[in-house]
Each structure stands twice: as C-alpha cells, then as structure tokens.
Nanobody, 121 residues
Framework: QVQLVESGGGLVRAGGSLRLSCAAS????????MAWYRQAPGKQRDLVAR???????NYADSVKGRFTISRDNAKNTVYLQMNSLKPEDSAVYYC???????????????WGQGTQVTVSS
C-alpha cells in the first residue's frame, strides 16, 4: 500500500512565497515521474509542474520563472517552491506520482489528498 502526504499550503499575500512538500510512503520499489497539479473552484485540474526520475522538469506557462519543482529521491519526496504568488494561483494543489510497487512489480498512479493555497490581493 502506498500513500502520498502533502503539506505546506496556507494563506499568503500576493508576492509572497510558499513551499509545498509531498512525501510518498509504503511498499515502494521506485518512483518515476512526480508532479504537482492544481484545481480552482469550478475549473479542471491542471498540471503545474513535473519532474522525472532523472531530474528533468517542465512547467505550465503560467508559473514559469516563479515556481520550482524538485525532488529528493532518498526521501521519496517532491517539493514545489512557489515565489511571487498571485491571487490566480489560489487553488487546491495535488501531488501525483508514478510509483513502482514492490509486489507485483508494476507502476501505478497515486494522488495526494490536496492542500489549499490561498493568495490574497
């Protein structure tokens, strides 16, 4: 059994910063891509940033230059450093990971429970 636990959300003023963390635990053999998504009320869930097992990253155009995704493979953890936050960044942020479990040796997609980020103007 595998779970993803997120932390670090909260309320911040426009221009401020937050750092989200997402730790994977359980019967893990390895982790492929890890990513952050966000969903605002009444909108679809969109990709914010993705990092491969080798460290390659890609970002949504709306966050390029402001957000940085990183991972610590030893801790099975992915981070999202969010700087210069804007009110339009307000959403529930979810982490997702493609995880190879111990048995059977197969990859599954897992989601975290979500963490609220609210940016006031």
């Amino acid at each position: 059994q595998v779970q993803l636990v997120e932390s670090g959300g909260g309320l911040v003023r426009a221009g401020g910063s937050l750092r989200l963390s997402c730790a994977a635990s359980g019967s893990i053999f390895g982790i492929n891509d890890m990513a952050w998504y966000r969903q605002a009320p009444g909108k679809q869930r969109d990709l914010v940033a993705r990092v491969s097992s080798g460290g390659s990253t890609n970002y949504a155009d709306s966050v390029k230059g402001r957000f940085t995704i990183s991972r610590d493979n030893a801790k099975n953890t992915v981070y999202l450093q969010m700087n210069s936050l804007k009110p339009e960044d307000s959403a529930v942020y979810y982490c997702k990971a493609n995880i190879v479990v111990l048995s059977p040796r197969y990859a599954y997609e897992y989601w975290g429970q979500g963490t609220q980020v609210t940016v006031s103007s």
